[in-house]
C-alpha cells in the first residue's frame, strides 16, 4: 500500500477508496447484530478483490526491491511471484485451517436426513430458516431421500409465488392442501391480518375463522387510519372437531393410545396479528382432516407453533401435531414423545455425521445442534424409563454417549437429566401391578447385575466428570473480576454455579457420599469467590 501511493497517489487513493466502501463501509452500514446465524463473507467479498490488487502489487513491489540488489530483474519476479503463491495461502492455512476444516463433517448431510427420517411416509414438515431448510432440499434433490415428504419453509411461505409450489406436486410429494385460492394470498393481500376483538363467545370453528379472514365482505374488514381496509381475526379462541375413525386409519395415533384422542381440538392463538405464513398454516390444519402428517421441526420459533404445543409429539427431529393433549411439565418440555416411533429413529435410522470423530471439527452451529439431540435423548430415555423398560433406557443413553461423547462434545447443562435418568436406572423402577386378588401392589424391575453397575459408573464418572468442567470454567470467569469483560460472562458464570450446586444435589439424592465429600469442599471455595 505504501509502495503503491509513492508511485502514484491518485490510483492508490482510487483502491483505497473501492476497499473502504466494498469492506469498512459495508462493516458500518449494515452493523450486523452479534451471532450471526453463518459467516458473513460474502458480504464484503469485493474488498477481497479490491485487497488482492495489493497483494498483487506487493509482488512487483518487492520483484522492485530486489532489482535494486543487483538481482536481474526476470529472476526477481520469477522468484517474488513463487514465494507469495506459497507464502500468501500457506500463512491463510496455517492460521485458519484448524476452525475451518471440515474434512470428515457430515452433519449438515446427516441432519437433514434425520429431519427428514422423523417423519411418517407422504408427510408435511415445516421447517424454519436456511439452516433448517438448505440441507433437507440437498438430502431429496441430489440424494434422493425421503422425497415423499413435503418440506415447507415457514419463511418463504409469507410469499404468494412459494405457496404456488406448496400446491403443486413435488417428486413423489403430493400437493400440499391448502383451500386459499391464488387471489386470496397473493403478494399485498393478506400479508398482515390483525386481530381486532369481537367478544365472539367461546371457540370458532378454525374452519369458520379462515372463512371469515378469506372474506371480502365489506363486513369482514377494518378501515385503517390510512384508508385502506384490511382482514382481521376477531377472536383467538379456536377449535378443530376430531374424526378418530380417520385419525386411527391413517396412523396418525397408535391403536394403543386409542383412548388419548381428544374429540375437539380447543387452543388460544396469543397473538395480536398473524402473517401470511401463519393464516397458510391454519388453513392446512383446517382443511387436512388428518389425511397427511404434519410436523413442525425442532428448531421452528415458539411463534410459529401457534400455541399448538399441547398437541405436539416428539418423534424425532420433529413434533408430529396429534389429536392428543399432554399438558406442560415443570421443566418446560414441549408435548409427548412418541416411544415407539422415536427410538426407532433415534437408535436405528438417525446418523450422526461423524460427531464422535476426535480429528473432526465442530463448529458453534455443530455444537448447538448436540444440544436438540441430547434433549431428544434424554426425553427418549425418560419415555422408556416411565414404561419400566430400563435396558432400553440405558441402551439409548449409551448410544447418545457414543455418538456425542464428551471427548467432542463436553458435558453440559443438557447431560443433567441423562445423569439422573442413570442413577434411576441403577436404583431399578418400581412398577404397579395388581395381583389375583385385585389388590394393587408393586414390583421391583432392575437390570441384571452388571448393567446395573455400568449404569452406576456411568452416572459417577458424568457427575465427576461434569464437575471438573464447570470448576473451570468458573475459575475462568472469576479471572474476569475487574475487568470489563465480566458483565459478559454474567448469566454464565451463574449456571455454572447453579450446575454445581445440581451436581451435589443429585450425588446427595443417590447416596455418593463419597462424591459429596469430594465437591461440596470445591464448592465452598468457589462460592467464596463467587461473592467477593
Not at 136 to 164: C, G, K, M
Not at 371 to 392: H, I, P, Q, T, V
Request: aromatic share 12%.
Amino acid at each position: 500500500m505504501i509502495w503503491h501511493y509513492r508511485r502514484d497517489k491518485h490510483d492508490a487513493w482510487t483502491v483505497m477508496l473501492l476497499f473502504f466502501f466494498t469492506g469498512l463501509a459495508i462493516v458500518l452500514y449494515l452493523n450486523q447484530y452479534p451471532y450471526q446465524p453463518r459467516e458473513r463473507d460474502y458480504a464484503y467479498a469485493a474488498s477481497f478483490y479490491t485487497f488482492a490488487i495489493w497483494i498483487g502489487l506487493g509482488v512487483a513491489a518487492i520483484a522492485e526491491k530486489l532489482k535494486q540488489k543487483k538481482v536481474p530483474y526476470a529472476v526477481a519476479g520469477a522468484l517474488t511471484s513463487v514465494a507469495c503463491l506459497v507464502a500468501v495461502p500457506g500463512i491463510m492455512a496455517k492460521e485458519g485451517w484448524d476452525d475451518h476444516d471440515r474434512s470428515h463433517r457430515l452433519t449438515s448431510r446427516d441432519i437433514a436426513w434425520n429431519y427428514l427420517q422423523s417423519t411418517a411416509p407422504n408427510a408435511i414438515i415445516f421447517t424454519n430458516g436456511d439452516n433448517d431448510t438448505f440441507p433437507l432440499w440437498y438430502a431429496q434433490d441430489v440424494e434422493n431421500v425421503r422425497t415423499d415428504v413435503r418440506v415447507v419453509n415457514l419463511s418463504l411461505l409469507n410469499t404468494d409465488w412459494y405457496i404456488d409450489q406448496m400446491k403443486r406436486k413435488a417428486y413423489q410429494s403430493d400437493a400440499v392442501p391448502f383451500s386459499l385460492t391464488h387471489d386470496k394470498y397473493v403478494q399485498g393481500t393478506r400479508d398482515y391480518v390483525p386481530f381486532y376483538d369481537r367478544s365472539v363467545p367461546g371457540y370458532t370453528n378454525v374452519k369458520d375463522v379462515m372463512n371469515f379472514i378469506s372474506s371480502e365482505n365489506p363486513d369482514a374488514k377494518v378501515r385503517t387510519q390510512g384508508g385502506s381496509e384490511l382482514n382481521y381475526f376477531p377472536t383467538k379462541k379456536f377449535f378443530i372437531k376430531v374424526d378418530k375413525e380417520a385419525v386411527l386409519k391413517n396412523g396418525v395415533v397408535k391403536p394403543e393410545d386409542a383412548d388419548k384422542i381428544v374429540d375437539t381440538i380447543f387452543w388460544d392463538v396469543d397473538r395480536s396479528y398473524l402473517m401470511k405464513a401463519d393464516l397458510m398454516i391454519l388453513d392446512l390444519i383446517a382443511n387436512n382432516d388428518w389425511t397427511r402428517p404434519i410436523y413442525f421441526a425442532v428448531t421452528v420459533g415458539g411463534d410459529s407453533y401457534l400455541n399448538l404445543e399441547p398437541y405436539f409429539q416428539l418423534e424425532g427431529l420433529a413434533y408430529r401435531f396429534v389429536p392428543i393433549r399432554t399438558n406442560p411439565d415443570a421443566s418446560g418440555q414441549t408435548g409427548r414423545v412418541g416411544v415407539k416411533q422415536m427410538y426407532d429413529n433415534m437408535m436405528n435410522k438417525f446418523l450422526w455425521g461423524n460427531m464422535s470423530r476426535e480429528d473432526v471439527y465442530l463448529d458453534q452451529n455443530n455444537l448447538n445442534m448436540t444440544m436438540n439431540f441430547r434433549n431428544n435423548f434424554s426425553r427418549l430415555a425418560e419415555g422408556l424409563y416411565a414404561e419400566g423398560k430400563l435396558d432400553s433406557t440405558l441402551a439409548v443413553l449409551d448410544k447418545m454417549n457414543q455418538e456425542i461423547p464428551d471427548k467432542t462434545v463436553p458435558y453440559n447443562v443438557m447431560m443433567l437429566r441423562p445423569l439422573e435418568i442413570y442413577y434411576n436406572a441403577a436404583k431399578g423402577i418400581q412398577a404397579p401391578v395388581i395381583d389375583p386378588s385385585g389388590m394393587m401392589t408393586s414390583n421391583t424391575i432392575e437390570l441384571p447385575e452388571a448393567r446395573k453397575k455400568h449404569a452406576m459408573d456411568m452416572a459417577r464418572s458424568i457427575t465427576v466428570r461434569m464437575a471438573d468442567i464447570y470448576e473451570n470454567e468458573l475459575n475462568y470467569y472469576f479471572s474476569l473480576k475487574g475487568t470489563e469483560y465480566l458483565k459478559y460472562v454474567d448469566r454464565e458464570m451463574n449456571q455454572a454455579m447453579a450446575i454445581f450446586g445440581e451436581l451435589i444435589r443429585i450425588a446427595k439424592a443417590n447416596n455418593q457420599e463419597d462424591i459429596v465429600k469430594q465437591l461440596e469442599p470445591r464448592f465452598k471455595k468457589l462460592e467464596e469467590r463467587y461473592t467477593k
